[in-house]
Protein backbone atom coordinates (compact mmCIF):
# COMPACT_ATOMS: atom_id res chain seq x y z
CA UNK A 1 0.00 0.00 0.00
CA UNK A 2 0.89 3.63 -0.73
CA UNK A 3 -0.69 6.39 1.52
CA UNK A 4 -0.01 9.90 0.19
CA UNK A 5 -0.37 12.21 2.68
CA UNK A 6 -2.30 15.92 1.90
CA UNK A 7 0.02 18.66 1.30
CA UNK A 8 1.02 20.03 4.13
CA UNK A 9 -0.31 17.72 6.34
CA UNK A 10 1.02 18.41 10.30
CA UNK A 11 3.71 16.29 11.79
CA UNK A 12 0.94 15.11 14.83
CA UNK A 13 -1.42 13.51 11.49
CA UNK A 14 1.87 11.75 9.84
CA UNK A 15 2.69 10.33 13.04
CA UNK A 16 -0.81 8.92 13.65
CA UNK A 17 -1.19 7.44 10.46
CA UNK A 18 2.05 5.53 10.77
CA UNK A 19 0.89 4.14 14.33
CA UNK A 20 -2.13 3.23 12.84
CA UNK A 21 -0.11 1.34 10.07
CA UNK A 22 1.82 -0.02 13.01
CA UNK A 23 -1.69 -1.42 14.41
CA UNK A 24 -2.28 -2.89 11.50
CA UNK A 25 0.91 -5.14 12.34
CA UNK A 26 2.72 -3.51 8.95
CA UNK A 27 5.75 -1.66 8.52
CA UNK A 28 6.21 2.09 7.36
CA UNK A 29 8.56 3.63 4.51
CA UNK A 30 8.01 7.64 4.72
CA UNK A 31 9.12 10.15 1.81
CA UNK A 32 9.38 13.18 3.30
CA UNK A 33 8.82 15.15 -0.55
CA UNK A 34 9.08 18.87 -1.00
CA UNK A 35 5.55 19.42 -0.66
CA UNK A 36 3.78 16.13 0.93
CA UNK A 37 4.67 12.68 2.40
CA UNK A 38 3.89 9.64 0.88
CA UNK A 39 4.25 7.04 3.39
CA UNK A 40 4.70 3.37 1.89
CA UNK A 41 3.33 0.44 4.00
CA UNK A 42 5.35 -3.01 3.52
CA UNK A 43 4.37 -6.49 5.45
CA UNK A 44 1.32 -9.00 5.96
CA UNK A 45 -1.75 -7.87 6.79
CA UNK A 46 -5.47 -6.86 6.55
CA UNK A 47 -5.03 -4.74 3.56
CA UNK A 48 -8.86 -3.95 3.05
CA UNK A 49 -9.64 -3.05 7.05
CA UNK A 50 -6.18 -1.18 7.20
CA UNK A 51 -6.85 0.70 3.99
CA UNK A 52 -10.43 1.43 4.41
CA UNK A 53 -9.44 2.73 7.99
CA UNK A 54 -6.44 4.83 6.51
CA UNK A 55 -8.75 6.29 3.82
CA UNK A 56 -11.14 7.97 6.74
CA UNK A 57 -8.00 8.94 8.87
CA UNK A 58 -7.17 12.64 8.90
CA UNK A 59 -4.30 14.07 6.57
CA UNK A 60 -5.21 11.39 3.98
CA UNK A 61 -5.25 12.28 0.74
CA UNK A 62 -5.23 8.84 -1.33
CA UNK A 63 -4.61 5.62 0.11
CA UNK A 64 -3.94 2.67 -2.40
CA UNK A 65 -3.30 -1.06 -2.73
CA UNK A 66 0.01 -1.81 -4.68
CA UNK A 67 0.18 -5.75 -6.01
CA UNK A 68 3.70 -5.55 -7.47
CA UNK A 69 6.87 -6.60 -4.41
CA UNK A 70 7.84 -2.82 -6.04
CA UNK A 71 6.02 -0.15 -5.08
CA UNK A 72 6.56 3.43 -5.61
CA UNK A 73 8.38 2.72 -8.64
CA UNK A 74 5.59 0.86 -10.77
CA UNK A 75 3.20 1.37 -12.73
CA UNK A 76 0.29 1.10 -10.37
CA UNK A 77 1.61 4.41 -8.38
CA UNK A 78 2.21 6.24 -11.15
CA UNK A 79 0.02 5.89 -14.34
CA UNK A 80 2.02 8.13 -16.35
CA UNK A 81 5.94 8.57 -17.12
CA UNK A 82 8.01 10.54 -14.35
CA UNK A 83 10.75 12.89 -16.44
CA UNK A 84 13.98 13.65 -13.97
CA UNK A 85 16.07 16.79 -14.48
CA UNK A 86 19.62 16.44 -14.99
CA UNK A 87 21.54 20.11 -15.59
CA UNK A 88 18.40 21.38 -17.18
CA UNK A 89 17.44 18.60 -19.70
CA UNK A 90 14.81 16.11 -18.57
CA UNK A 91 14.99 12.43 -19.41
CA UNK A 92 11.07 10.82 -19.66
CA UNK A 93 9.51 14.21 -20.91
CA UNK A 94 9.40 15.25 -24.54
CA UNK A 95 12.84 15.37 -25.63
CA UNK A 96 15.29 12.33 -26.60
CA UNK A 97 18.24 12.87 -24.40
CA UNK A 98 21.74 11.62 -25.81
CA UNK A 99 24.55 10.66 -23.23
CA UNK A 100 28.29 10.39 -24.30
CA UNK A 101 31.08 10.63 -23.16
CA UNK A 102 34.03 8.29 -22.83
CA UNK A 103 34.41 5.21 -20.75
CA UNK A 104 37.07 6.52 -18.18
CA UNK A 105 38.03 10.26 -18.19
CA UNK A 106 41.97 9.54 -19.10
CA UNK A 107 43.42 13.54 -19.50
CA UNK A 108 42.78 16.57 -19.86
CA UNK A 109 42.91 16.88 -23.29
CA UNK A 110 41.06 13.63 -23.83
CA UNK A 111 37.95 14.84 -22.00
CA UNK A 112 37.82 18.50 -23.15
CA UNK A 113 38.52 16.98 -26.72
CA UNK A 114 35.45 14.66 -26.14
CA UNK A 115 32.95 17.32 -24.45
CA UNK A 116 33.06 19.54 -27.13
CA UNK A 117 33.13 17.76 -29.79
CA UNK A 118 29.79 15.53 -28.41
CA UNK A 119 28.36 19.06 -27.25
CA UNK A 120 28.50 19.87 -31.02
CA UNK A 121 26.63 16.75 -32.45
CA UNK A 122 23.95 17.48 -30.10
CA UNK A 123 24.46 15.23 -26.91
CA UNK A 124 23.31 16.60 -23.33
CA UNK A 125 25.18 14.31 -20.85
CA UNK A 126 28.82 14.03 -20.66
CA UNK A 127 29.32 9.93 -19.15
CA UNK A 128 32.83 9.50 -18.03
CA UNK A 129 34.03 7.22 -15.22
CA UNK A 130 36.27 8.81 -12.39
CA UNK A 131 36.25 5.21 -10.22
CA UNK A 132 35.92 2.11 -12.32
CA UNK A 133 34.86 -1.24 -11.97
CA UNK A 134 37.33 -3.35 -13.52
CA UNK A 135 37.61 -7.43 -13.65
CA UNK A 136 41.20 -6.94 -12.85
CA UNK A 137 42.99 -5.34 -10.14
CA UNK A 138 45.79 -4.71 -12.64
CA UNK A 139 43.97 -2.26 -14.90
CA UNK A 140 43.34 1.06 -15.20
CA UNK A 141 41.11 1.94 -12.02
CA UNK A 142 40.24 5.95 -12.57
CA UNK A 143 41.44 8.86 -12.06
CA UNK A 144 39.46 9.73 -9.09
CA UNK A 145 39.37 13.04 -7.66
CA UNK A 146 41.63 14.39 -10.35
CA UNK A 147 38.94 12.69 -12.77
CA UNK A 148 35.90 14.05 -10.96
CA UNK A 149 37.99 18.20 -11.34
CA UNK A 150 38.23 17.30 -15.01
CA UNK A 151 34.44 16.46 -15.49
CA UNK A 152 33.72 19.72 -13.43
CA UNK A 153 35.97 21.88 -15.99
CA UNK A 154 34.30 20.61 -18.95
CA UNK A 155 30.73 20.68 -18.10
CA UNK A 156 32.05 24.53 -17.04
CA UNK A 157 33.47 24.68 -20.81
CA UNK A 158 30.63 22.82 -22.86
CA UNK A 159 27.43 23.77 -20.09
CA UNK A 160 26.62 19.69 -20.75
CA UNK A 161 25.60 17.78 -17.42
CA UNK A 162 28.13 15.66 -16.18
CA UNK A 163 27.41 11.64 -15.26
CA UNK A 164 29.84 9.16 -13.37
CA UNK A 165 30.00 5.95 -11.48
CA UNK A 166 29.68 5.73 -8.13
CA UNK A 167 31.29 2.39 -6.88
CA UNK A 168 30.69 2.80 -3.28
CA UNK A 169 29.03 3.85 -0.51
CA UNK A 170 31.71 6.18 1.10
CA UNK A 171 32.39 7.96 -1.91
CA UNK A 172 28.67 9.33 -1.98
CA UNK A 173 29.62 12.72 -0.89
CA UNK A 174 32.58 13.56 -3.25
CA UNK A 175 31.18 11.86 -6.30
CA UNK A 176 27.75 14.10 -5.55
CA UNK A 177 29.96 17.60 -5.13
CA UNK A 178 30.96 16.85 -8.76
CA UNK A 179 28.19 15.24 -10.52
CA UNK A 180 24.66 16.16 -11.78
CA UNK A 181 24.08 12.29 -11.83
CA UNK A 182 25.18 9.42 -10.14
CA UNK A 183 25.80 6.34 -12.36
CA UNK A 184 25.68 2.61 -10.52
CA UNK A 185 26.86 0.02 -12.67
CA UNK A 186 25.66 -3.12 -14.02
CA UNK A 187 28.47 -4.69 -10.95
CA UNK A 188 26.90 -2.64 -8.25
CA UNK A 189 23.18 -3.03 -9.05
CA UNK A 190 22.68 -5.03 -6.18
CA UNK A 191 25.00 -3.46 -3.67
CA UNK A 192 22.32 -2.44 -1.31
CA UNK A 193 24.28 -0.49 1.08
CA UNK A 194 25.32 2.22 -2.26
CA UNK A 195 21.61 2.21 -3.06
CA UNK A 196 20.92 3.16 0.44
CA UNK A 197 22.80 6.00 0.67
CA UNK A 198 21.79 7.15 -2.82
CA UNK A 199 18.67 7.73 -1.45
CA UNK A 200 20.13 10.58 0.63
CA UNK A 201 22.46 12.06 -2.04
CA UNK A 202 20.63 15.27 -3.59
CA UNK A 203 21.44 13.42 -7.34
CA UNK A 204 19.30 11.70 -9.64
CA UNK A 205 20.72 8.03 -10.49
CA UNK A 206 21.39 6.38 -13.42
CA UNK A 207 20.84 2.44 -12.48
CA UNK A 208 22.57 0.29 -14.47
CA UNK A 209 20.94 -3.96 -15.20
CA UNK A 210 23.16 -6.26 -13.39
CA UNK A 211 24.43 -8.38 -16.17
CA UNK A 212 22.89 -11.56 -14.57
CA UNK A 213 19.62 -9.56 -12.94
CA UNK A 214 16.35 -9.60 -13.94
CA UNK A 215 14.08 -7.43 -15.06
CA UNK A 216 12.01 -7.72 -11.58
CA UNK A 217 15.69 -7.42 -9.31
CA UNK A 218 16.74 -3.90 -11.68
CA UNK A 219 13.04 -2.63 -10.39
CA UNK A 220 13.38 -3.72 -6.59
CA UNK A 221 16.96 -1.98 -6.91
CA UNK A 222 15.48 1.12 -7.66
CA UNK A 223 12.88 0.68 -5.05
CA UNK A 224 15.67 0.36 -2.94
CA UNK A 225 16.76 4.24 -3.48
CA UNK A 226 13.33 5.41 -4.02
CA UNK A 227 12.32 3.95 -0.42
CA UNK A 228 15.39 5.35 1.21
CA UNK A 229 14.16 9.53 -0.10
CA UNK A 230 15.45 9.32 -3.59
CA UNK A 231 12.47 9.71 -6.67
CA UNK A 232 14.86 10.59 -9.38
CA UNK A 233 16.36 6.99 -10.58
CA UNK A 234 16.63 6.47 -14.65
CA UNK A 235 16.89 2.74 -15.34
CA UNK A 236 19.29 1.37 -18.33
CA UNK A 237 19.46 -1.62 -20.58
CA UNK A 238 23.04 -2.64 -20.62
CA UNK A 239 23.27 -5.87 -22.19
CA UNK A 240 22.69 -9.16 -20.35
CA UNK A 241 24.50 -12.32 -20.32
CA UNK A 242 23.77 -15.22 -22.10
CA UNK A 243 25.01 -18.18 -24.06
CA UNK A 244 25.79 -15.94 -27.48
CA UNK A 245 29.44 -14.64 -27.80
CA UNK A 246 29.13 -12.98 -30.90
CA UNK A 247 28.39 -9.54 -28.76
CA UNK A 248 30.15 -8.63 -25.25
CA UNK A 249 26.71 -8.84 -23.73
CA UNK A 250 22.88 -9.60 -25.44
CA UNK A 251 20.93 -6.43 -25.42
CA UNK A 252 17.26 -7.02 -24.18
CA UNK A 253 15.77 -4.77 -26.66
CA UNK A 254 12.36 -5.84 -25.04
CA UNK A 255 13.18 -4.67 -21.23
CA UNK A 256 12.63 -1.03 -22.81
CA UNK A 257 8.71 -1.67 -23.48
CA UNK A 258 8.61 -4.44 -20.75
CA UNK A 259 9.78 -1.60 -18.14
CA UNK A 260 7.33 0.98 -19.61
CA UNK A 261 4.95 -1.18 -18.84
CA UNK A 262 6.07 -2.00 -15.05
CA UNK A 263 7.63 1.24 -14.17
CA UNK A 264 6.90 4.92 -14.48
CA UNK A 265 11.08 5.55 -14.33
CA UNK A 266 12.99 6.52 -17.24
CA UNK A 267 14.55 4.19 -19.58
CA UNK A 268 17.63 4.53 -21.35
CA UNK A 269 19.40 2.11 -23.39
CA UNK A 270 23.70 1.69 -22.98
CA UNK A 271 24.33 -0.22 -26.87
CA UNK A 272 28.14 0.24 -26.58
CA UNK A 273 28.53 -2.24 -23.16
CA UNK A 274 25.22 -4.25 -24.96
CA UNK A 275 26.99 -5.07 -27.91
CA UNK A 276 31.31 -4.08 -26.98
CA UNK A 277 31.67 -3.50 -30.59
CA UNK A 278 32.01 0.00 -32.36
CA UNK A 279 30.26 -1.20 -35.30
CA UNK A 280 26.76 -2.48 -33.68
CA UNK A 281 26.45 0.72 -31.86
CA UNK A 282 24.39 2.38 -34.38
CA UNK A 283 21.91 0.01 -35.40
CA UNK A 284 21.35 -0.76 -32.04
CA UNK A 285 21.08 3.33 -31.23
CA UNK A 286 18.28 3.54 -34.07
CA UNK A 287 16.62 0.23 -32.54
CA UNK A 288 16.14 1.63 -29.08
CA UNK A 289 15.00 5.32 -30.35
CA UNK A 290 12.07 3.21 -32.22
CA UNK A 291 11.04 1.03 -29.44
CA UNK A 292 10.84 4.15 -27.19
CA UNK A 293 14.08 4.63 -24.71
CA UNK A 294 14.05 7.89 -23.42
CA UNK A 295 17.60 8.29 -24.55
CA UNK A 296 20.79 6.65 -25.00
CA UNK A 297 24.26 6.13 -23.43
CA UNK A 298 27.06 5.65 -25.60
CA UNK A 299 30.56 5.41 -25.55
CA UNK A 300 33.14 8.02 -27.24
CA UNK A 301 36.49 8.56 -27.67
CA UNK A 302 38.49 11.18 -29.69
CA UNK A 303 41.16 8.13 -30.47
CA UNK A 304 39.80 4.53 -29.43
CA UNK A 305 42.88 2.89 -29.86
CA UNK A 306 44.53 4.81 -27.19
CA UNK A 307 41.83 4.15 -24.87
CA UNK A 308 42.25 2.27 -21.22
CA UNK A 309 38.85 0.93 -21.14
CA UNK A 310 36.56 -0.46 -23.77
CA UNK A 311 37.96 1.24 -26.97
CA UNK A 312 36.44 -1.26 -29.14
CA UNK A 313 32.89 -0.61 -28.26
CA UNK A 314 34.14 3.69 -28.21
CA UNK A 315 32.49 5.44 -31.19
CA UNK A 316 35.44 8.34 -32.59
CA UNK A 317 33.82 11.70 -33.00
CA UNK A 318 33.24 11.44 -36.75
CA UNK A 319 31.35 8.10 -35.97
CA UNK A 320 29.44 10.21 -33.19
CA UNK A 321 28.68 12.60 -35.78
CA UNK A 322 27.38 10.57 -38.39
CA UNK A 323 25.16 8.32 -36.10
CA UNK A 324 23.48 11.75 -34.43
CA UNK A 325 22.67 12.90 -37.90
CA UNK A 326 21.06 9.19 -38.86
CA UNK A 327 19.29 8.91 -36.11
CA UNK A 328 17.33 12.84 -36.84
CA UNK A 329 14.32 10.83 -38.39
CA UNK A 330 14.14 8.03 -36.10
CA UNK A 331 14.18 10.86 -33.12
CA UNK A 332 12.02 13.39 -35.34
CA UNK A 333 9.40 10.10 -35.21
CA UNK A 334 9.98 9.78 -31.60
CA UNK A 335 9.59 12.88 -30.40
CA UNK A 336 5.96 12.97 -32.41
CA UNK A 337 4.72 9.97 -30.54
CA UNK A 338 5.48 11.40 -26.75
CA UNK A 339 3.90 14.59 -27.52
CA UNK A 340 0.53 12.52 -28.80
CA UNK A 341 1.30 10.08 -25.63
CA UNK A 342 1.73 13.19 -23.61
CA UNK A 343 -1.39 15.17 -24.84
CA UNK A 344 -3.13 12.28 -24.38
CA UNK A 345 -2.62 11.93 -20.47
C1 LIG B 1 30.52 1.88 -17.97
O1 LIG B 1 29.50 2.56 -18.15
O2 LIG B 1 31.65 2.21 -18.38
C2 LIG B 1 30.37 0.57 -17.30
C3 LIG B 1 31.35 0.06 -16.55
O3 LIG B 1 29.20 0.00 -17.57
P1 LIG B 1 28.48 -1.31 -16.95
O4 LIG B 1 28.38 -1.05 -15.48
O5 LIG B 1 27.16 -1.35 -17.66
O6 LIG B 1 29.36 -2.48 -17.28
MN1 LIG C 1 32.75 1.28 -20.36
Known amino acids: MIISMRPHASRAE????????????????????????????????????CLESLEATPGVETAMRISAPYKFVSKEFRKGRSAIKINGCEIGGDEFVMIAG?????????????AEGVAAYGARILRGGAFKPRTSPYDFQGMEL??????????????????????????????????????????NMQNFALLKSLGGCGRPVLLKRGMSSTIKELLMSAE??????????????????????????????????????LTHLPVVLDPSHATGKRSLVPALSRA????????????????????VSDGAQSL???????????????????????SRELAAV
Open 14 to 49: IDHVCERIAEFGYKVHSIEGEERVVIGVVGIGDVTS
Open 102 to 114: PCSVESEKQIMDT
Open 146 to 187: EGLKLLRKAKERTGLGIITEIMSDRDVELVAEYTDCMQVGAR
Open 224 to 261: YIVAHGNPNVILCERGIRTFETATRNTCDIAAVPVLNE
Open 288 to 307: GVAIGADGLIVEVHPCPEKA
Open 316 to 338: TLTDFARMMSDLQPYIRLWKEAR
